[in-house]
């Protein structure tokens, strides 16, 4: 066999070029600047997403379970120039901020400051546009009086508005007009100085006072109806449009609206089911968008909490005089007496009541509409924390109101939200995830690729642990390839060393006589060298993982668990030759299938340590495999202290000299038929440790100890180890 092999150079460095070319390009599209937060992130990668859970599925062998709590934490990235994703409890943690601010800077102090204030306004103009006119009736008085001759006299003019002239009226006339307007606007001006400071009170007083200044009247309406949109709107929408007109049939129809929904809200507090469709039928426009009762039963908490919390918050003088400003919007006794029932049954029928006490603690003063505009604030954010908090699912999280998010929290909340939202579909479109229904479960693939997330942390800690194994220097015909090489030779594996074997034509050449001249090199087969390599056996092995109650109660389930994983994703990945069964053990044995492993949770409250049984199964397994090597590996924190015996389960603890005798019967079985049985131990007790002695001295195996938190690294250590034999 002859082979020419001609490089080219020029063909070499034009490659060079063009790639140095295109690097130069790509720095020259390249812009830097600083993080200011409106940058577009790149997305989670579904490997990220399922390592980030990796050690959740070990611990409790559910994915849905395990993304839930990854929606929790959020995802911390190691990367200093990858920001963050926010997990749910961040997300809680803002809107307890957002509370803490609102709580912190205002005070409620004088709630009815701002109205109490417009009220004097009120009373100041209507107080000014009378004493004008007087102004303007002395005035004309005097002029009148000096035409004709008389003097001393300060009478009154007619008022605004009136027709004619006092001109046209005798002297004596005159002056019992200006006479009559003076003392009517002294009684005026007195009713107006007799008007209460009780808010409610002095809005009745001015209902009733017949206004001279129309601007003040015009106000006067205007913070009325303010105040009834206000505070009659948070029981009904559109209570206060209903009661603008006051007249008897609308007072009539609303005292009737409420009076059915107090009905109904009875019925459902007595334990009854009633149905609302008549009442939704005929009253539906108070309550746009409700279908059942329950959708009335939210409508009214969600209006009326900020004013039962507004009512907890404030003093019994505060309320009084809430409730007296409430008497004189309504003007109707009976409706007051029907909407004050309509507050008590809601506030029974809502868990845990209709609003709460809220304590201000700023400097901020508020009024009533402030007042009650930050405890709406403050009831959404309740809601959408419990709605946050209340995502016990994956999908819930399509529930919570996105609108809400941003008018509370802002955008970035709303797309830490989406991005959540968005890590099962990542995990699906990789093919790592699938769904049965509701339930969310690992594929295979994801199976593997959570092994392979464990072995790589186990294998990063054996690495800084500077753990090795020791080779022998022979070379084999397949397997881990060596930096070496050696002449090839018929059945090695075909691991061409190029170098060398160009090199030994090149050696050829020039001692051969009458060497060949031109390009290129000449190959025989004798030039040919191939890397050497580990020779490796195959090996069957058998884990054997306690069970026990006792496993649990130590947290040593979960690293027996991961070592487990990590094994059956070592020799699937790296020795597929190889057979590994696991077996766990407890009151009786039983076999784990290898791609339910990650998923694997600890089951019931389940006593015993059948040993015996495990290495009766673990050697029929070994029975049936043709691996060179057998080998059980057995991870318990306890003695035996259960066996089989006549068909039964024998359990006792302290152990019996029975159940130990059984077991190490077993024991000699596998020993006889030539397999190893490597045993660590959990717990330093002393009974564990005589137990473990026996074993080793009949089977010639070894025994270690190690913690929860270094099991992988001992088992593994011991595994890979043993797995590279005699290079030839």
């Known amino acids: 066999m002859t082979a020419f092999f001609t490089p080219d150079r020029r063909d070499l460095r034009e490659s060079l070029r063009r790639e140095r070319s295109a690097l130069d390009g790509l720095a020259a599209g390249a812009r830097f600047s600083r993080w200011d937060g409106s940058q577009q992130i790149p997305d989670l990668a579904a490997e990220e997403i399922l390592d980030a859970v990796a050690d959740d599925v070990m611990a409790e062998g559910d994915i849905g379970e395990a993304l839930r709590r990854l929606m929790d934490r959020g995802w911390r990235s190691d990367d200093t120039t990858r920001p963050d994703l926010a997990g749910l409890q961040d997300l809680l943690d803002r809107l307890r901020e957002r509370r803490r601010e609102v709580t912190e800077r205002h005070r409620l102090g004088d709630v009815f400051a701002d109205v109490r204030r417009e009220l004097d306004e009120i009373v100041d103009t209507e107080r000014a546009g009378i004493e004008r006119r007087l102004d303007e009736a002395a005035r004309n008085g005097s002029a009148e009086s000096g035409s004709s001759g008389e003097s001393g006299s300060s009478g009154d003019s007619a008022s605004s508005g009136e027709s004619g002239s006092s001109g046209d009226l005798d002297p004596s006339e005159q002056a019992a007009l200006r006479r009559m307007l003076r003392e009517t606007a002294g009684r005026r001006l007195e009713r107006l100085e007799s008007l209460p400071q009780d808010v409610g009170a002095r809005i009745r007083g001015l209902e009733e006072y017949d206004f001279l200044e ?3 009247r015009q106000r006067f309406d205007d913070l009325v109806e303010r105040l009834r949109s206000t505070m009659l709107d948070r029981y009904v929408e559109g209570m206060s449009d209903a009661l603008k007109s006051m007249t008897p049939e609308s007072l009539s129809s609303t005292r009737e609206m ?29 309550f746009p968008g409700a279908q059942s009762l329950d959708d009335v039963i939210e409508q009214l908490a969600d209006r009326m909490a900020a004013m039962q919390s507004l009512l907890r918050s404030m003093s019994p003088d505060q309320r009084a005089e809430l409730q007296s400003m409430m008497d004189a919007l309504l003007r109707d006794d009976r409706l007051r007496w029907d909407l004050a029932q309509l507050a008590a049954t809601l506030d029974q029928l809502v868990p845990g009541g209709l609003g709460e006490r809220v304590r201000f603690s700023g400097d901020e003063p508020l009024g009533l509409e402030g007042a009650l505009e930050q405890l709406d604030a403050l009831q959404r954010l309740d809601g959408l924390e419990a709605s946050i908090a209340g995502v016990e699912q994956v999908g819930d999280l399509a529930d919570v109101d996105r609108n809400e998010v941003r008018e509370l929290l802002g955008d970035e909340s709303v797309r830490d939200l989406d991005a959540l939202d968005d890590l099962a579909p990542r995990l699906e479109e990789a093919g790592y995830l699938t769904r049965d229904g509701d339930r969310l479960e690992l594929t295979p693939k994801g ?4 092994g392979q997330k464990v072995l790589d942390d186990l294998f990063a800690k054996l690495r800084r ?7 022998v220097d022979r070379a084999g015909r397949g397997g881990e390839r060596e930096e070496t090489s050696k002449a090839y030779e018929f059945g090695d594996s075909f691991q061409l060393d190029l170098r060398a074997t160009l090199a030994n034509a090149m050696a050829r050449e020039e001692n051969a006589p009458g060497r060949r001249t031109g390009p290129g090199v000449s190959l025989d087969p004798g030039d040919f060298a191939v890397y050497r390599t580990e020779e490796l056996t195959r090996t069957s092995t058998v884990l054997l993982v306690d069970m026990s109650r006792s496993m649990l109660l130590r947290g040593c389930f979960v690293a027996a668990k991961k070592v487990a994983i990590a094994l059956n994703t070592l020799i699937r990945t790296q020795f597929p030759r190889d057979d590994l069964a696991v077996i766990g053990f407890a009151y009786y044995a039983r076999e784990i299938r290898s791609d339910s492993l990650a998923e694997l949770t600890w089951h019931g409250y389940e006593y015993g340590t059948n040993l015996q049984h495990g290495l009766m199964l673990a050697r029929r397994f070994l029975a049936r495999s043709h691996g060179g090597n ?16 006549d068909g039964q389960v024998e359990f006792s603890y302290p152990p ?3 159940t130990i005798q059984e077991t190490l019967r077993e024991v000699v079985r596998c020993t006889k038929e030539g397999i190893t049985i490597n045993t660590f131990m959990l717990e330093r007790s002393r009974a564990l440790a005589d137990f473990v002695a026996l074993v080793t001295r009949l089977n010639r195996g070894r025994a270690f100890y190690a913690t929860p938190e270094r099991l992988g690294e001992y088992v593994l250590v011991d595994f890979v180890s043993r797995r590279t034999k005699h290079v030839a």
Not at 277 to 285: I, M, R, T, V, Y
Not at 447 to 450: D, P, V
Not at 630 to 645: L, M, N, R, S, Y
């Open 214 to 216: 129309p601007t003040a």
């Open 258 to 286: 409420v009076r059915d929904l107090n009905q109904l809200l009875q019925e459902r507090l007595a334990g009854g089911d009633p149905d609302p469709s008549e009442f939704l039928s005929k009253w539906g426009a108070y």
């Open 465 to 471: 642990d500077a753990f090795g194994g020791h080779r």
């Open 447 to 450: 199976t593997r690729r959570i």
């Open 630 to 645: 057998k080998e059980i590996v057995v991870i318990t924190d306890g003695e035996p202290t259960a066996h089989f015996e």
């Open 656 to 658: 019996t000299r029975r």
